[in-house]
């Protein structure tokens, strides 16, 4: 009986079995310890990855149409809203009136539109687009089209071809007019004509085919002109057929001429 009573008095500290035992197990907790601590970071990093992968599929899923690039004004630029980024656009395309608050620019239906098989009823507007897929603007997120979307049921036949104008001031003197310009993709030279007139006067005739292309293909075109004393009127007068297709223009600007 004492010796059995010692015996369960005896620590495991005493006992080389207890002893060996405990050791065996503070080793391997020690080990499965080392373990996870090697796979937790792999498996953070997994899940970086996956979430990683899942906001560049989401971003993918947002329609670019929504994204806007930032407006880079011209310096010295005299012309306003020369690049068409006013009014912000939240769908694809918008059609702007004269009242359109930032605007800018003057419209008119364009002397080449045909009275005789158009109702002129209808409000003049130009088309702004805000670049989707890669029809992509030449400057910022958005461009004109010079003959309009005609928003009214068919068979009725309203405009579409649009002039858009400014009344310029500035230090009189010698200046550089530029903009962009693109046929609109798979439509023919027949669907994009445009005249630019600079003081009541013809400075330039474009005709450019885009039949072959599928995203606009921009060019800059630049002309000298004068401002003088009083105010000069620019003029980009749509031209072509007259079926919503075409004319697709850009970043104008109006800057010295550096000498
Ligand atoms: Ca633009």
Redesign the pocket.
């Known amino acids: 009986m004492p010796r059995k009573t010692i015996k369960k008095d005896v620590g495991l500290g005493r006992d080389p079995i207890a002893l060996g035992l405990a050791g065996a197990y503070i080793i391997g907790m020690l080990m499965v310890g080392l373990l996870h601590a090697m796979v937790s970071p792999i498996s953070v990093q997994s899940n970086l990855s996956y979430n990683t992968t899942r906001a560049s599929s989401l971003e993918k899923s947002v329609p670019s149409a929504i994204k806007q690039e930032p407006v880079r004004p011209a310096f010295g630029n005299l012309l306003t809203n020369g690049?068409?980024?006013f009014p912000l656009l939240r769908t694809e395309s918008q059609l702007v009136t004269e009242a359109t608050r930032q605007f800018g620019w003057r419209m008119a239906w364009s002397t080449q539109s045909n009275p005789k098989i158009l109702s002129l009823t209808r409000q003049p507007a130009v088309e702004v687009l805000l670049a989707h897929d890669s029809w992509r603007?030449?400057?910022?997120?958005?461009?004109a089209r010079l003959d309009t979307a005609n928003p009214t049921a068919r068979p009725v036949k309203t405009p579409t071809l649009v002039t858009i104008s400014q009344r310029v001031s500035g230090t009189p003197g010698a200046y550089t007019l530029s903009f962009d310009y693109a046929p609109e993709p798979k439509t023919s030279a027949k669907d994009n004509q445009l005249t630019v007139k600079w003081g009541g006067k013809v400075i330039a005739n474009i005709s450019a085919d885009g039949s072959k292309d599928t995203v606009p293909v921009w060019k800059r075109a630049s002309y000298s002109v004068e401002l003088t004393s009083e105010p000069s009127l620019l003029e980009v007068v749509g031209g072509g057929a007259e079926n919503s297709q075409g004319n697709l223009v850009?970043?104008f600007t109006l800057v010295p001429t550096l000498k």
Not at 137 to 143: E, L, R, V
């Open positions: 690049s068409f980024e603007a030449a400057d910022g997120s958005q461009y850009d970043n």
